[in-house]
Every structure is written in structure tokens, then in C-alpha cells.
């Protein structure tokens, strides 16, 4: 696993965002680079420098087809809490050339939430799977909506909430943990670590232990994220305030080996 400490959070944004338009730009097989994506306040600044480069004629999204790690059960698309709602308004809608008919993102109004998630797995396959999935984590290291003990070979299906990310989440729903929906429906662990390459973003001092735990403890179901210890090509970007439980040997490791990506 490789981890790439920066200093704040826009340049790890930068970092990442610069890591996904070289992917997608260095793309030139006759078929779609299909890219995994998340929601969060983690990959806001990402998705703007996304924009940017796009906008600017330095990265096309025409071949670009993508799927979304997660959404919540019951909202609909036009909730203002809705994933599908976040990704238009802080990514697609500002996106020159993305093609509606390549964006995937799970229907939280299904009514048969199974078909839904059986059926979203196949059309990743369908693709050959995913090029490469960025995705966030929660403070108790969850990865997309997969709590503590998910199974690490877990596919996408419907995924019940814990209290503490409702908790968590409740400041986008008037802080009111209630508010939030109990259930979501979920890319499992299993599906994220398919992926060719995987990117996870973890900034803050909120997330301190949740690094620590991705990076240095045993792979274990209670820290979902220790999964991407067995994937052949994961990378975590961070900033230096998520970086406070890791250990002097490790963190002085990783600022060595990836000195050249420091920005
Ligand atoms: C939610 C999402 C996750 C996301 C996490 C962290 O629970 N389901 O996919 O990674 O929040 O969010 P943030 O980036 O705001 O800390």
C-alpha cells in the first residue's frame, strides 16, 4: 500500500485529482476508463480541480464512465441529501463533455433493492470492472457504506446505518441523527477491492485513528478500510492533521519513499 502524506488538504486534493487526470488522460484503449467515485466532504476539492482541468481542455470525461460507491435507502434523487444530487451539483453538472448515459449511481428508491444491487454489480462487469476507485472513509473506517464488520468480500447491497454515522452524517440533516436514513445501499468491500487501483482520501484530525488503523493495524472487519492491505494497488492520499495516530517509524517511511509526490 502506498500512502502520500501532503500538507493540507488542498494540496492532497490537488495530488489526487493530478493522479486521476493522468490515469484517465494516459487511457487509450477502445473502451471507456471507468472510474469509481465517492461522496463526502472529503473529495469536494478533488471534484473542483476535476472541473477545473476540465474545463480548462486538459482532461475530456467523454470516455469517461462512472459508478458511485453508495446512496441512501428512501431518498430521492432530488432530496438536497441525496448522492446522486451531491455528485451533479459538486462534479457532473459542471463537466463539459460527461455523457449522462455513462453515470451510474444507485436508485435509493428502488423497490426491489436486491434486483438493484445485482444489477449494478453486473454493469461493472459488464465494463471488465473498475479502472480505478477513488472512494472516502468514515471516522470508524468505513469504506463506502460498509461498517465495522462488514464482510471483506462483500458485494453491493443494501447496508444498515450505525448510530455513530448517523450521528456523524446528521450535520447534512439538520443535526438530527433521525433524519438521517437508516439504510443505504452500498458497493461492498468486495467490489471496491475488484478494482484495478484503488485511491482513498483521509483528511483530518477526525480521522487520525482510522488512518492509523488502515495502514498499520492487522486486516480486520471492525476497520473495513484494512482491506485495501491485500489490493495489489492501493493508494491513500492524506494530510498531515489525519496523519496524528500513525507511528514516528511509519509516517517518517512513508514521507521518504514518496518524497518525490510531495507537493
Ligand atoms: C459517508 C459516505 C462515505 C464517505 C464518508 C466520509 O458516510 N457513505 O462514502 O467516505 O461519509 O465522509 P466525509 O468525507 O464527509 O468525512
Known amino acids: 500500500m502506498r500512502v502520500v502524506i501532503q500538507e493540507n488538504y488542498e494540496k492532497m486534493c490537488k495530488w489526487a485529482a493530478d493522479y486521476i487526470a493522468a490515469k484517465i488522460n494516459a487511457h487509450k484503449e477502445d473502451r471507456p476508463f471507468v472510474l469509481g467515485l465517492p461522496t463526502g466532504s472529503s473529495p469536494i476539492g478533488v471534484y473542483k480541480e476535476l472541473v477545473r482541468k476540465n474545463r480548462a481542455g486538459e482532461l475530456s470525461f ?4 462512472t459508478f458511485n460507491m453508495d446512496e441512501y435507502l428512501g431518498l430521492p434523487r432530488e432530496h438536497d441529501q441525496s448522492y446522486w444530487y451531491f455528485m451533479h451539483d459538486n462534479l457532473f453538472d459542471h463537466l463539459t463533455d460527461m455523457k449522462p448515459e455513462n453515470i451510474n449511481i444507485l436508485n ?8 438493484e444491487c445485482a444489477a449494478y454489480e453486473a454493469k461493472i462487469a ?22 465495522p464488520f462488514t464482510s471483506l468480500s462483500s458485494r453491493t ?27 443505504a445501499l452500498s458497493v461492498g468491500i468486495g467490489t471496491v477491492t475488484d478494482s484495478k487501483e484503488v485511491l482513498v482520501l483521509i483528511n483530518g484530525h477526525n480521522k487520525a485513528r482510522a488512518l492509523a488503523a488502515t495502514v498499520e493495524g492487522g486486516v480486520s ?20 492533521a489525519a496523519c496524528g495516530e500513525l507511528t514516528v517509524d511509519a509516517y517518517k517511511y512513508f514521507l521518504d519513499i514518496e518524497k518525490e509526490e510531495r507537493l
Not at 472487519?221 to 498531515?240: F, G, N, R, V
Request: hydrophobic content about 40%.
Open 157 to 183: 447491497g443494501v447496508r444498515a446505518l450505525t448510530t455513530d454515522t448517523r450521528i456523524v452524517n446528521s450535520r447534512f440533516f439538520g443535526n438530527d441523527p433521525e433524519k438521517v436514513p437508516a439504510y
Open 62 to 65: 467523454s470516455n469517461v464512465v
Open 221 to 240: 472487519q471492525k476497520w473495513t478500510c484494512s482491506a485495501l492491505q491485500l489490493h495489489p494497488a492501493a493508494i491513500i492520499a492524506c494530510d498531515e
Open 108 to 115: 435509493g428508491m428502488t423497490d426491489d433493492p436486491e434486483a
Open 126 to 147: 459488464s465494463y471488465g470492472g473498475i479502472d480505478l476507485f477513488m472512494g472516502g472513509i468514515g471516522v470508524d473506517g468505513h469504506l463506502a457504506f460498509n461498517e
